[in-house]
C-alpha cells in the first residue's frame, strides 16, 4: 500500500513537470518570431541608421543661382473703391412719374434719371412772372410820371418835394422788380429740379424709389446711388519704412506700378498706378495708406471688391537670386546650403527683397553655386548630400517643396524595394 502511494506521487509530479513544459514551448513559439522579426528589424535600423533607412549622403533637390534683375515688391490687401460715390436725391417734393434708368447700368453725367410730376412748379412759375410783370409797368409808369415832374419842376410849376417823392417810388418800385426776378429765378430752378439729373458719371445701383412714391429731399436713401468705376480706386496699407521711397517717386513723377490680383492670387485682375498717400501714419500699425487708381476701362473691378496688392517700388539690377524655399533661418542667422561634389556648406546670406517664389540675396554664393530647396532640415554645415533632381529643375515655392520632400522620402524606399 505504501509502494503504491509514491508511485501515484510520482505520476502526480512528472504531469505537472510535463504541463509546465508544455505551456513554456507555446510561449516560445508564439513570442519567438515576433522577437525575431522586432530584433532584425532594430538591427536593420541600427545598421542603417538615418531618416530614411540607409546611411551615407542625403537625398537633397537643388537649384542654381542666378543672376538677374529683381522687382522689389510690396504685397498688400486692400478693396476697391469707387473714385467718387454720389448719392442721388430728390432736390424738391412730389410724386415720382418717371425713372428713366437702368439698374446696373452705366450713366452719363447731366443723363435725365427721373422725373418728378412738374405741375406744382410750373404754376409756381407762372405766378412769379404774373407778378413780375405787373410790378414793372408799375416801374413803367412811376419812371413816365417822374419825367413830368422833372419838367413841372424846371419850369417851376410843381413843388421840388413832389419830384423827391417821385424819384423814391421809382427806385423803390427798381428793387421790387429785382426781387420778383429773383422770384422767377427760383420758380424756374424750383421747376428744373424735377428732372432729377446724374450729378457724375458712372454706374448705376438700384432703385431706391418706385414710381407712384412721393419723394422729398429728406428721404435717407434717395433715389438711388451712382458709382464712379472709371477709374477705379483701391486704398492699401504699407509699412512706414516704405513712405520715404513711395514719396519721393511721386515727387519726382516717377510712376509706381501696382497690381491688383484675384483673391487666390491666381489671376492679375488690373494694373494701375500709386495716386496718393495718406497725411499721417498709423501709430498703431506703423503704416501708412496709399492709393492707387485703375483706369479699369472693361468695368471689371467692383467697388468693395478684395483684392491682393502688388505695388513696384523698385527694380535691383543684376542681382542674385535663389528660390524661396532655399533661404533658410536659424543660430547662425539667414544662410543657404549649397552642394558641391556631394559636401553641403553653409552660406550666410543678407535677403534683399522678395518677389513671388524668388528672393535677392547677397552673400557667400556665387552663379552657378546649386543651393539646397528641399532636405534642407536634415543637412549640417560639412556634411554629405546627394543631389536626386537635376540642377536648375527644382520647383520653389511651397508646393515645390512638398512634392520634393515627397521624392526625397520615396527614393530610398524604391532602392531598398528593388534590392
Do not use: C
Not at 412721393?214 to 477709374?231: E, R
Not at 519726382?252 to 495718406?278: F, N
Amino acid at each position: 500500500m505504501k509502494n503504491k502511494t509514491w508511485i501515484l506521487a510520482a505520476v502526480a509530479v512528472a504531469g505537472i513537470g510535463l504541463g509546465a513544459w508544455w505551456l513554456k514551448g507555446r510561449d516560445a513559439g508564439a513570442d519567438g518570431p515576433a522577437a525575431a522579426a522586432s530584433a532584425a528589424s532594430g538591427a536593420g535600423r541600427g545598421a542603417a541608421g538615418g531618416r530614411f533607412g540607409r546611411s551615407g549622403p542625403q537625398p537633397v533637390s537643388v537649384a542654381t543661382v542666378q543672376r538677374r534683375d529683381m522687382n522689389v515688391v510690396v504685397d498688400a490687401i486692400g478693396s476697391i473703391a469707387s473714385a467718387n460715390t454720389a448719392v442721388v436725391r430728390a432736390k424738391v417734393s412730389g410724386e415720382l412719374k418717371a425713372l428713366y434708368f437702368h439698374e446696373g447700368q452705366p450713366v452719363k453725367a447731366g443723363q435725365v434719371l427721373a422725373l418728378i410730376d412738374p405741375r406744382p412748379y410750373e404754376i409756381a412759375r407762372d405766378q412769379a412772372l404774373a407778378t413780375l410783370a405787373r410790378d414793372q409797368a408799375q416801374l413803367e409808369n412811376a419812371r413816365a410820371d417822374l419825367a413830368r415832374y422833372k419838367d413841372l419842376v424846371a419850369k417851376d410849376a410843381a413843388p421840388r418835394q413832389q419830384l423827391d417823392t417821385q424819384q423814391a417810388l421809382v427806385r423803390q418800385l427798381e428793387a421790387t422788380l429785382l426781387a420778383d426776378q429773383a422770384a422767377v429765378d427760383n420758380a424756374k430752378l424750383q421747376l428744373s429740379y424735377t428732372r432729377v439729373t446724374a450729378p457724375i458719371a458712372g454706374q448705376a445701383g438700384l432703385k431706391q424709389a418706385d414710381l407712384g412714391n412721393n419723394v422729398t429731399p429728406s428721404d435717407a436713401n434717395g433715389l438711388l446711388s451712382i458709382a464712379q468705376t472709371q477709374p477705379a480706386a483701391v486704398v492699401f496699407a504699407v509699412p512706414d519704412a516704405r513712405l520715404a521711397r513711395i514719396r519721393q517717386q511721386l515727387a519726382d513723377k516717377k510712376p509706381l506700378a501696382v497690381q491688383a490680383w484675384d483673391r487666390e492670387r491666381r489671376q492679375q485682375l488690373a494694373e494701375g498706378q500709386v495716386a496718393s498717400t495718406d497725411n499721417a501714419i498709423d501709430a498703431t500699425t506703423g503704416t501708412i495708406k496709399v492709393k492707387a487708381l485703375f483706369a479699369n476701362k472693361d468695368g471689371g473691378l467692383f467697388p468693395n471688391q478684395f483684392v491682393n496688392v502688388r505695388l513696384q517700388l523698385d527694380r535691383l539690377k543684376d542681382v542674385l537670386v535663389v528660390p524661396t524655399a532655399a533661404v533658410q533661418r536659424g543660430a547662425p542667422g539667414v544662410f543657404v546650403y549649397v552642394v558641391a561634389d556631394g559636401q553641403v556648406a553653409l552660406r550666410k546670406v543678407a535677403v534683399l527683397t522678395t518677389d513671388g517664389e524668388w528672393v535677392a540675396v547677397q552673400g557667400e554664393i556665387k552663379p552657378g553655386d546649386q543651393v539646397v530647396t528641399d532636405g534642407a532640415d536634415r543637412l549640417r554645415d560639412g556634411g554629405k548630400a546627394e543631389v536626386i533632381k537635376a540642377p536648375g529643375a527644382a520647383a520653389s515655392g511651397a508646393g515645390g517643396r512638398g512634392r520634393n520632400r515627397g521624392q526625397a522620402a520615396s527614393a530610398p524606399a524604391s532602392a531598398a524595394a528593388s534590392r
